[in-house]
């Protein structure tokens, strides 16, 4: 399955490394942790919108970074310290305020980008690389579809941030349970995982509107295969507007 949505998107930003302070950490939900870094470090970052991404890397705690860090530095001394990294959206970049909003999806399972969020405080620094190009909403489409689970939230809500106000617009969020809702600018159909209930079949339930779809698809693998099968398979969508994008595979680590 293609790791990249469908559509257009925008051209790469300058890709730099970055390291930035915690300002603030929040818990949006039970679930969902946002991590505000900020300062000067950010004076130039040029954000990309949308559904832009950044690689975080994630450094053993005993290793010695060179100084200054940068993407030329950090892959100078792979061969001898690698970070792991880890993908995750930029929610919100507010360049007058010099900051960036990551929301992290705390699971359960061990890992170290939601092991990170977990235990985030003011003053931890962040490291990360990018920002990705991003996708941009087909503005000759009939009406929008977004659907995907609380890792894409953050997308989702940057893609909501952009649509015109007259956009026709169907949003479809799967998380575990009606704590994990967020407040969205647009109606949104919410699926609950602990219920039983999936991202494919809440879509098949629905009435969706006529004439010509731009979708963003993205949340976990088999989820996507099951709703890329439906969009095909049943409503006879066109393959090009139906491209979802795995974000994680349940049972594997990320990287
Ligand atoms: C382009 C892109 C953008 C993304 N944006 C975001 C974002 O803004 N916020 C966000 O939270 N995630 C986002 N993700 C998903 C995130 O990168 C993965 O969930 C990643 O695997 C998390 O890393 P980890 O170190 O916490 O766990 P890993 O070490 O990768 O995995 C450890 C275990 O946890 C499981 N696991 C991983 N993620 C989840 C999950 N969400 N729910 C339940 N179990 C899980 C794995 O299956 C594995 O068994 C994005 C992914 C992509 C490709």
Redesign the pocket.
Known sequence: MS?QTAGRRTRRPETKLWRVPVVRVERVTPRLARVTVGGGELADFVSAGT?Q?VMLYFYPDDAELPEPLTLESARAMWSRVRPLT????I?RHDPDANEID????L?????????WAKAARPGDRLIFVGPSPAYRPDPTADWHLLAG???AL??IAAILDVLPADAVVRVFAEVEDAAEELALPTPVTWVHRSAGDALAGAVAAADLPPGRMDAWL?GERSSMVELRAHLLDERGFDRRAVRP???????????
């Open positions: 790791t559904d991404n880890r993908t995750y959206t929610r990551f929301d992290f999806v699971h359960d399972a061990a890992g170290p980008a939601s092991d689970d609380e890792t953050p997308a993205a994008t795995t974000y994680w595979r349940r049972g594997e680590a990320g990287g």
